[in-house]
């Protein structure tokens, strides 16, 4: 069974410029969630969306965006980049997101900034 | 707001060792705690997951406890390998609404030497 994955790995932009992170969940499962990790910060909750809807979102300016398409796949949106974006962007799945469900996570896409 | 705190940040044993990761968290309203492997460019995985009913799990030569009313959770690594080397995380679900997110405390990273 194919694991969570993410596209592209590595990402090099400029400042200013956006950016659209991929990620494909494991079969059947309707939840994904992202996460920015940065050394400073560590791991950062950005939003999650179950059946093409955002049920939940972290504390993030409205640069970061995402949704959800109907076979589950989701997308994240980083307009007007800046230096502070540089980070790994993690995607996690689940079936549906429930509290007593362990999510899958993929090995995230690195995004450096210029 | 929900914090998550790991201690040691870092910590160096010799293999065959016993050894404790410790994880405290301020808000004891909490749905369930989850321990976290990450490897180094590689995504998180799950090790373990604790209901907030439940005192402890056991995986293998892993062993994770749970104390909601005091805030606190270890993870026990019995036997250590140089296999095990790696970042160790913490997360937190919250109990309902806004705070369903999981809240990452900023891991502990492992070395164990042969």
């Known amino acids: 069974k194919a694991g969570v994955t993410q596209t592209p790995r590595y990402l090099i932009k400029t400042r200013g410029q956006q950016v659209t992170l991929s990620c494909s969940p494991i079969s059947g499962h309707r939840s994904v969630s992202w996460y920015q990790q940065t050394p400073g910060q560590g791991l950062q909750f950005l939003f999650e969306y179950f059946s093409e809807t955002q049920r939940n979102k972290g504390n993030f300016p409205g640069r970061f965006s995402g949704r959800q398409f109907s076979n589950s796949r989701s997308e994240m949106n980083v307009s007007t980049l800046e230096l502070g974006d540089s980070a790994l962007y993690l995607c996690?799945?689940?079936?549906?997101?429930?509290?007593?469900?362990?999510?899958?996570f993929g090995d995230g896409t690195r995004l450096s900034i210029l | 707001k929900q914090e998550v705190t790991q201690i040691p940040a870092a910590l160096s044993v010799p293999e065959g060792e016993n050894l404790v990761l410790n994880c405290s968290f301020t808000?004891?309203?909490?749905?369930?705690l989850q321990w976290f492997r990450q490897d180094p460019g590689k995504g998180l995985t799950s090790l373990l997951l604790?209901?907030?009913?439940?005192r402890e799990q056991t995986s293998g030569r892993l062993n994770a406890s749970l104390d909601k009313s005091s805030g606190r959770s270890t993870l026990y690594i019995a036997a250590s390998q140089p296999g095990d080397s790696a970042t160790y995380l913490c997360a937190v679900r919250g109990s309902g609404g806004s705070n369903y997110k999981l809240t990452f405390g900023k891991g502990t990273l492992l070395t164990v030497n042969p």
């Open positions: 808000d004891s309203a909490i749905y369930n």
């Open positions: 996690a799945s689940s079936w549906t997101g429930g509290g007593s469900q362990p999510q899958h």
């Open positions: 604790i209901q907030s009913s439940q």
